[in-house]
């Protein structure tokens, strides 16, 4: 079992290796790492803060964007290439292939954030600013937000287009990450318009926890700056990241596996 | 039954158009079965059910209704495809891989060791002729090198039943040639082929049985002998005619005539009296070239069979 799924995601890994979209948003955050530095040099104070919170922003936003592209695409074009007709012929399960995507895509997109966070590293060490741990588990919540993000992508590609699935990832992701936001917002509004924002985000996944520099934990402010969560809720938000992620995939694999490949 | 490589008895699948619902009936309850070492020719017109059949029996679309066994399992089943070689039709590959690279992703979907798919895929490149284009990608590979990177990928888990739907699309005929030279292989070697194909010489050429599909349903199935009718259906004769003699004397009541120069090839209806008519083209100051005996052949068959299943009247008989 494990040998297929790693054929399968060895290969995904190849595939997506030769997208060429992919070194163009490498180029990005890059560059959203240069723009960093500008900004923290034309910052009054804190210079360190500035560039770590563009730096962690480019990772978050470029990282998922990457997901879904990559969810997207890579699962439909199997199907709209017929690629897949010599593979689902051989003895595979369709689960197999669909976990095999994701694991390859997971590889992918785990190297891009290994790259983009060193180049991070790089950026704060040319300005100056050490790591810290809260730099450290920033980046292990941005890995797993994009993770996630590639399983919402991978599920809604399981029965969609590339561009109506492209949609519905982003609108899930950034219902996701503005859960509070809009729950706060939505408090005084009629009550059709807060059950309706309760029963949405309440079927989006959470991704707002991945985020949390900035925020208000248990009635605590928390920055990656200063007093950031400790390790527990890091477990505990790649937990929720990672319950999610075998849910979509589950489902992603269940709606492909009804499938017919014409 | 134990015998039998492919069992399908009344495979239907009904589609549904995407807007209107409307029912299509791709496949309406084909039955037949293949003897295991057997050379197996599906053959039938563009959109006849050839390849919903194949792709029904290797797990990729489910039927409506009906059953089929591969290798005496149920469809879908792991151990039957673990024992089958899939060509797919106009076979698409990833085009980043080499020759090489596709084979190796086969043998471990298959499950071998890491030195089985190397011996094996070095011998079927090399046995395919692409042994030379091994180290280009599959995007620089004309039609019929991608075929025979197929049946590479194919026949990397020393299959015991190959299923190659349209092998011979796109090839040159020296590339069919030796498609159907390795088909004829694969089966001295005790493997059942089971292949589609709109190329009828090629089922005549090397098929132990045919079966013909027409309409999502089977016209006719049996072996090529069995099939064509041994009865005289005519007598093809050529002459040479004098010069300025017109054909029209000569050729009437007759079929298939043709002119080309001074020569003038026809078909005599079967119950002809061949020997007047040569003697009236004697007297006409013709000269004889050929004389044969015409019967049936599976191309007749075919033509007669599909233009059968075409007629509304007889659409939804059950084939003989």
Known sequence: MTGRIWAIALNTFREAARIRVLYGIGVLVLGSNLLALVLAQLSLNEPGRVARDVGLAGISLFGSLTAILLGVFLLYTEVARRTIHAIVAKP?????????????????????????????????????????????????????????????????????????????????????RLAPDLEATTQQASPVIRVTTKIALEIVPDVHLFAISGRSLDGAAVSVHADFVPWSYVALACGHGLGWIIALVAFAALLFHRRDFV | ??????????????????????????????????????????????????????????????????????????????????????????????????VGELCDLAGRLFGLPPAVRKQRADALIEKLGLGRARGQSLKKFSKGMLQRAGLAQALMNDPELVVLDEPMSGLDPIGRKEVRDLILELRDQGKTVFFSTHILSDVEAITDRVAIVARGQLQAHGTPAELVSRSLQGVDVTVRLAAGEPAAALADGAHRVRRVGDELSLTLPADADVDAWLARAHAAGAKVVAVAPRHETLEDLFVRRVAGADRPASAGQAAP
């Not at chain 1, 937000?145 to 699935?165: G, K, R, Y």
């Not at chain 2, 029912?23 to 020719?41: S, W």
Request: proline content about 4%; aromatic content about 12%.
């Open chain 2, 1 to 98: 039954m134990a015998d039998l490589a492919i069992d399908v008895h009344a495979l239907t699948k009904t589609y549904r158009t995407p807007f209107t619902r409307k029912k299509v009936e791709a496949l309406r309850g084909v039955t037949f079965a293949v003897e295991r070492g057997h050379i197996f020719g599906f053959v039938g017109p563009n959109g006849a059910g050839k390849t919903t059949t194949i792709r029904t029996l290797m797990g990729l679309i489910r039927p409506s209704a009906g059953s089929a066994t591969l290798l005496g399992h149920p469809l879908g089943s792991r151990a039957a495809r673990a024992r089958v070689g899939f060509l797919p039709e106009s076979p698409y590959f990833y085009d980043y891989l080499n």
């Open chain 1, 92 to 176: 595979i399960s369709r689960w197999e292939f669909v976990v095999g995507k994701y694991a390859g895509m997971a590889v992918v997109l785990s190297v891009l954030v290994a790259v983009f966070g060193l180049a991070m590293v790089a950026m704060l060490a040319l300005q100056g600013t050490g790591l810290s741990s809260g730099l450290a588990k920033a980046l292990v919540l941005s890995w797993f937000e994009v993770l996630t993000v590639a399983a919402i992508a991978i599920f809604f590609s399981s029965f969609s287009t590339p561009f109506l699935s492209g949609i519905f990832a982003l609108a899930t992701w950034v219902i996701g």
